[in-house]
C-alpha cells in the first residue's frame, strides 16, 4: 500500500525549511459582490465595500509586508488590474507574486465551458495589458473549478491551482483522463478570514474577534509545523486591511517566526520547490457520475 497522507517533500522545504507559511491575498475589490450578483454594478453601497480593499487594504497591507519583510502572492482578477491599476502595479512593484482569479469574479458552471474559457483568457489578458504579468498561478474566483478549467491551466502553461481543498501538501492533480495536470497547492476555508469576517447583507453572520481568529490561525499552525508541511492563509484586502485585522496579520507573522525552521513564501515559490522534488506521478481518482444520474 503506498503512502498518499505524507508527501517525499514534508519536513523538508526550501533553505532547509520545516513549514512554509504563505501568505495570500485573493484582491477580489468590487468584482466579489459583482460575480455574485450583477445588479450590484448600480449599487454603490455594496460595492464600496470591495472598494475599501483597494483603496485602504491594498497600500495597508502592502506597508506591513514591508515592514515585516515577508514575500506574499496576491490572487487578481483581470478586471481589478484594470480598473485599480495602480494598486495592482504597486503590488507587482513591492516583488509580490501576482495570480490569476477569473475576469469578473466568474462562479463557475461547468455546463458553460465556454464561459470559463473567456473568463480564464480576459484574465489573462487583463493581468498582461494592465501590468505585464503573465501570472504562474490560478485560484478559482469562487472556490469552485471544474474538470476543464483544470485541462486549460495546463494548456496555458500554469504552473499551478490553488483552488482545491483535498490535501495540506502540495501535489500534481489528476486530468479527467487520468494524465498528470499542473500542481496543486490546496487551501482551506478554516484558514480563510472571509469565514470569520466577511458580513454581507444577503448573508450575514457572526463576526468574529482577532482572540478568535488568531487561536484558530495558531492551532493549525502548530499542528501542520509537526507534520512538516505548508500553512496556505487565505485573505482578503477588504477584510484583512481592516485596521485591527492588520494587527491580528502581524500578530500571526510574528508568532509563527517564533518557530525554528520556519519560511515565508510565495506560493509559486512552493510549487517550484515541489517541482524540483517532485515524486513519481499518482493518479487520484477522479468521481464519476454513475449512469443515468
Ligand atoms: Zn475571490
Redesign the pocket.
Known sequence: MTNTSVTPTSGTWMNGARCVVMLTF?F?AE??WIGRDESNWDKAGVLSQGAYGARVGVPRILELLQEEDVPATF?V?GWVAEFHTDKVAAIHAAGHEIGH?GYL?EWVDPKEPEKEREALEKGLEGLKSAVGVVPKGY?S??GEVSQHVAEMLLEKGFLYDSSMLDDVFPYRSTLRDGSPGVIEVPWSWTLDDAVYALFSIKSPRAVFTNQHILQVYKDEFDAIYKWGGVFNLVM?PQVSGRPSRLELLRAFIHYARRFPDVCFAQVQEVAGYFQDNEPPFEARAIPQRPAGR
Open positions: 485573493d477580489d468584482t466579489l490572487f482578477p482569479h469574479h485560484r474566483p469562487a482578503h
